[in-house]
Structure formats: structure tokens, C-alpha cells
């Protein structure tokens, strides 16, 4: 019976031996991806292979940084938002009050007008 010798390759990220179907050329990662890769393992190049396993693990890392600075960007945001609203509140309590107390804007005007003699 013939035995498979199926080529194997050696993934440059976690050093072990792959078949050829589970591994992929670095020229075909892009974008993020390749950035994550190229940071966390300076020795990896785009000219190397990569196997899938761990494509797809720092695949999930890329994707997992991208959303926590989303959500970290809408929190930001959403603190602006409120502090925006509080703020407008602030305005219109004061409108109100001063509406409230009689104090319009003529009022004011009027009082802060030196008097004819």
C-alpha cells in the first residue's frame, strides 16, 4: 500500500509542522492583519508562510483591538454627549429661572443702562 508523503512546511509564528493545505503565503495577508503580524513577530515577512491556525488566532486579535478602540472611541464620545447635555441643561435651568423671577432680558437691559438725569 502507498504510503502519503504530503509536503509539510514549518509555520514561522508558532514553529510547527503543517501540511501544505494549512498553511498560506504571507503575500496574501493584508491590511491590519499583516501589521498585527509583522509588530508581534518582527522576523515574519510577507514573503513567508503562515498557518492557518495562526491566521485565524491573530486574525481574532486584529479584530478584538479594532473593536475595543470603537468602543472605546464611543465611550468617549457618548461622555461628550452627556457632558453636552448637561451643559444644555444647565443653559435652559438658568433661562427658566431668570424667566421665572421676573428678570427678562429688557429687564436687564433696562438696569444695566445708566439713567437720564
Given amino acids: 500500500m502507498p ?10 509564528i508558532c514553529h510547527q509542522e503543517k501540511p501544505a493545505r494549512e498553511v ?15 509588530n508581534t513577530h518582527p522576523g515574519w515577512s510577507a514573503q513567508d508562510l503562515i498557518c492557518l491556525s495562526c491566521l485565524n488566532r491573530l486574525r481574532a486579535e486584529y479584530v478584538g483591538t479594532v473593536l475595543a478602540a470603537e468602543r472605546g ?4 464620545l ?7 447635555l448637561k451643559d444644555q441643561e444647565m ?19 433696562e438696569t444695566s443702562m445708566p439713567q437720564p438725569r
Fill in 78 to 84: 457618548e461622555a461628550e454627549v452627556v457632558k453636552s
Fill in 73 to 76: 472611541e464611543l465611550s468617549r
Fill in 24 to 38: 498560506l503565503h504571507g503575500d496574501l495577508v493584508h491590511g491590519g492583519v499583516l501589521e498585527l503580524i509583522q
Fill in 3 to 12: 504510503k502519503n508523503h504530503a509536503k509539510t512546511y514549518t509555520c514561522p
Fill in 91 to 109: 443653559i435652559s435651568q438658568n433661562i427658566n429661572e431668570e424667566f421665572e423671577s421676573g428678570n427678562t432680558f429688557r429687564m436687564s437691559v
